[in-house]
């Protein structure tokens, strides 16, 4: 681990310290838990597709994972940061080429058949293998799934495959689906896609489009005692401004993910039965990412890329932008990562002078205007943070005399011009580190990705030192040496800009104090809530 | 001038030549570019001399803002007003003079963009086409043809009788000629009178596009500050409050100018 400073802004790097957080799940259960009641939390998306097992994101995940449940979940305390939902063991063999899993027992779906191995078997096959976002690299060289009884699944692997990256890629590429309902019929189409079935704490209920989103108590849930909760309301609240007064006048209890916009956390925290919590985010670090379009002549040289790098001051991004509340990043691992992390890599600390110098060599003069040349710069839409940063980074340019037309799109447009049809010079992304870097990290400047994948290198760059140490990485089983060469990974990148690494972020919960077990493991706001209780 | 004789009309003109001159002079009062960040962020109004109305989320200067906000508006305004104008007086004239199945087909269009509200149009239009300030300028003007047209339409029906054109006829002249040499010129200042109510409404539909982030992103506007100023509402109310003053005095000073054409029109009228 690289030295951390406990301040106030680095809150992503004090949580952590996955090993050290051993201690603080216990505290909370002085108070006897209440059952019963309603949580009304925002919702500020309300996904086309509802399914996890296909769309393995955090809107997606907010929802659904209350409802359909993965094999394992993050933990704070369990081993590996891990800890069981429908698996209750895990192995990976010494060849890298099986992981038997073993299953919980008794477990019901909520239209009342029981849950075996082949739900497991058809999800990895038939979902997560050809159909997920994250699942199509993950299990690229998935051959088989065995299931001996109705208690194991046994994952066959053509090829080698790191069991510590199936470890890690567990609470979010393995929603499991049931088999029943999705063997007929086209499943990226199913109806049971937004009305959800699985097997967790909380059923799927209603959705009313532009309103709310309601989910009920699983009674017959494996889980003892749990869920606590009767219901969970999510209500549509598209407008971020709009959840800090609903929390204040108690028609909402609790508003993840930041909607309640930064710049008010400082004056709702003053409120009386209002709490701001920065953790339970740790697992789904975001960052904040230019992405260059390498096909770019001026892009395409290092030196620019560098200037670009020096030009953006890090601090005043961090502290401006984000308020405090974000950590600047180095490279394509965040700081806040137990497992890979090095900050022994190229810095670009903020430098006018040498940006200017930089792109003095590498033959972009200033014309009579002061102006070097003119890019398209698409802040992505998803945040008010990304927008921020794309006025930030047009000043910024302009100051090193580069002159970036900004250009504003709705989320489909956006991912359309950026991932389809490259039609950007530079675009700002929210890209997620999901605790392993061959989950969505790797993705992003590994060559050879067909067009149209999000969050993916659409930026045309190519560099075979760096494809080939990522292929060598996939496929190392031993750890301690996967680990090595995900930190040369770093280095490279670090050195090489294929993009630059601004800033990582966490999100913030901001919870009704009587709203009890929140923010209790590193994916709190996306684990299913069994736990969560109100008390009244 | 009898332009300027009732009070309302005074004001809304000095309004106007006020904005005018400020919008005008903007590169002068305020030659840095508007958007460089000039100081801490969220300085509130009245606390620093070089900064009189303080700075946003990412310091930049509030009233460099506003002022250069004042030209994109104005400009949008008055784009958009000639625009809408000068398509609506065509259609008008051509539906009017014609007559018959070309005045069908072109009040039968009218009608249907006048069916759907303006605002949607806009919002549409900008959100297929991508938004750049001639985008946002055409998009307001598509939903505000239609009034000059119908005006126009009305007044070239009655003129198109008169002794002069049945002369332009007897002598020759073209038709189309006749339509806009010697009927449209007669037929614009009733359209004219217009321009104040599409001017107000477009500055105001221009806002309310920015709020909704739809606006030139390249530009200052004051509905992208106040969009901009929403999400700290509660902790720097300035920041939407301020533009928002900007607003109401710009369409409030269109409208009392507006007012003065038609009452100055209106009293030319009486005497002749």
Request: hydrophobic fraction near 45%; aromatic fraction near 8%.
């Amino acid at each position: 681990m690289p030295p951390l400073s406990l301040n106030r802004r680095s809150f992503i790097a004090g949580s952590s310290v996955l090993l050290a957080s051993t201690a603080l799940p216990t505290i909370g259960f002085a108070q006897a838990v209440q059952k019963g009641g309603r949580l009304i939390v925002a919702a500020d998306s309300e996904p086309r597709n509802l399914n996890p097992a296909i769309v393995a994101s955090n809107g997606v995940f907010f929802i659904a994972s209350k409802v359909i449940e993965p094999l394992a979940e993050a933990s704070y305390e369990g081993e590996d940061g891990l800890a069981p939902r429908l698996a209750t063991s895990w192995e990976g063999s010494d060849d890298g080429l099986s992981v038997t899993f073993k299953l919980r027992e008794n477990v019901k779906w909520h239209d009342g058949s029981a849950f075996s191995s082949n739900d497991v078997a058809f999800s990895a096959l038939n979902v997560w293998k050809p159909l997920q976002n994250l699942g199509r690299t993950i299990f690229k060289d998935l051959e088989a799934v065995e299931t001996p009884d109705a208690t194991t699944a046994i994952f066959r692997f053509s090829r080698p495959t790191p069991f510590q990256l199936i470890r890690n890629a567990l609470p979010v590429v393995s929603s499991v689906l049931p088999k029943h309902i999705y063997e007929t019929g086209d499943i990226a189409n199913n109806p049971a896609n937004i009305q959800l079935v699985g097997t967790g704490p909380f059923k799927f209920a209603e959705y009313k489009p532009g309103e709310y989103y309601r989910l009920t108590r699983n009674e017959d849930y494996w889980g003892d005692d749990t869920p606590y909760l009767d219901e969970i309301i999510y209500r549509v609240l598209p407008d971020r401004g709009a959840a800090a007064s609903a929390l204040e006048a108690e028609e909402i209890q609790l508003a993840a993910f930041s909607m309640v916009p930064l710049a008010d956390l400082d004056r709702i925290s003053k409120v009386e039965g209002i709490e701001v919590i920065s953790k339970g985010y740790e697992a789904l670090t975001y960052q904040l990412v230019v992405e260059i379009n390498h096909r770019r002549k001026e892009l395409a040289d290092l030196k620019v890329r560098q200037a670009i790098a020096h030009a953006i001051d890090r601090d005043f991004v961090v502290k401006t932008i984000f308020l405090g509340y974000a950590e600047t990043a180095t490279g394509p691992v965040p700081k806040n990562d137990p497992q890979f992390y090095t900050g022994d890599v190229a810095t670009y600390p903020f430098d006018v002078a040498k940006a200017n110098a930089l792109l003095d060599e590498a033959g972009y003069p200033r014309n009579a205007d002061g102006i070097r040349f003119s890019l398209k710069l698409l802040p992505a839409p998803y945040f008010n943070e990304t927008r921020q940063f794309g006025d930030y980074l047009r000043q910024a340019l302009a100051t090193v005399g580069i002159e970036a037309e900004l250009v504003n799109n709705d989320a489909a447009a956006h991912q359309k011009a950026v991932y389809t049809d490259h039609a950007f010079d530079l675009a700002i992304a929210p890209t997620v580190f999901r605790g392993d870097p061959a989950i969505s990290t790797t993705i992003l400047v590994q060559s050879g990705i067909p067009d149209g994948v999000p969050f993916s290198n659409q930026g045309g760059y190519k560099n075979t030192e760096l494809d080939a140490l990522i292929d060598k990485a996939a496929s190392e089983l031993d750890e301690t040496k996967r680990t090595e060469l995900y930190k040369e990974f770093q280095k490279l990148v670090a050195t090489d800009l294929p993009l630059i690494n601004v800033a990582d972020w966490g999100f913030i919960t901001v919870a009704r104090t009587s709203v009890k077990n929140v923010a209790n493991n590193p994916r709190w706001a996306v684990s299913n809530w069994a736990d969560t209780w109100i008390e009244t | 001038m009898t332009l300027l004789r009732t009070p309302t009309a005074l004001l809304g003109f000095t309004i106007l030549v006020v904005l005018a001159l400020i919008a005008l002079l903007a590169p002068l009062l305020f030659p840095a570019d508007p958007l460089a960040i000039a100081g801490p962020a969220l300085l509130r109004p009245f606390q620093d001399a070089s900064l009189p109305l303080g700075t946003d989320r990412l310091g930049r200067d509030v009233l460099a803002e506003l002022v250069h906000g004042a030209r994109t508006s104005l400009l949008v305004g008055l784009a958009a007003a000639a625009t809408s104008i000068i398509v609506g007086s065509v259609v008008g004239t051509l539906a009017g003079f014609i007559g018959g199945i070309v005045d069908e087909v072109l009040m039968r269009i009218t009608d249907a963009f006048q069916t759907v509200p303006g605002f949607l149009l806009a919002l549409a239009f900008v959100s297929v086409v991508g938004p750049s300030l001639p985008v946002v300028v055409l998009a307001i003007a598509l939903s505000a043809w239609t009034g000059p047209a119908r005006v126009a339409r009305a007044e070239v029906l009655s003129i198109r009788e008169r002794d002069y054109v049945a002369g332009a006829r007897a002598i020759g002249m073209h038709p189309l000629k006749i339509a806009f040499r010697e009927v449209l010129p007669n037929a614009l200042p009733p359209v004219l009178a217009l321009s104040s109510v599409i001017v107000a409404a477009a500055v105001l539909t221009e806002a309310a596009l920015s709020f909704l982030g739809l606006g030139d992103p390249n530009r200052i506007t004051w509905g992208g500050m106040i969009a901009e100023g929403r999400a700290v509402l509660r902790s720097a109310p300035y920041l939407s409050i301020i533009p928002g003053i900007a607003l109401v005095v710009t369409v409030l000073g269109v409208y009392l100018a507006g007012e003065g054409v038609v009452e100055a029109s209106a009293a030319r009228k009486v005497r002749a």
